[in-house]
């Protein structure tokens, strides 16, 4: 979890500043983010990179923080970074 987190969680943070409206909102939706990863974890059977295992889980962690049913707004920058496309 730990190495998970260390490797991603600055890039999902940047995600969840540029999808919230507000920084309390995202540092909320940060912590839900680490929850979801402590939680699933174990479940996580190698079906895709972690790389995209995190970027789902800060999706679901960002829905309940965002107005409306916006869809996650992820998109493949190259070079292994994603970005959050404009809204």
Partial sequence: ???LLGAYGG??????MRVQEDPDDADEAFAIFRDLV??????????CTFHTWASKLACH???P???GEERCRWRFAGGGAWLV???
């Fill in 1 to 3: 979890v730990n190495v």
């Fill in 11 to 16: 890039e999902v943070l940047g995600y969840l």
């Fill in 38 to 47: 402590r939680d699933r974890i174990a479940a996580f059977g190698g079906g």
């Fill in 61 to 63: 962690a960002a829905r």
């Fill in 65 to 67: 923080r965002q107005h």
């Fill in 85 to 87: 496309a404009s809204r």
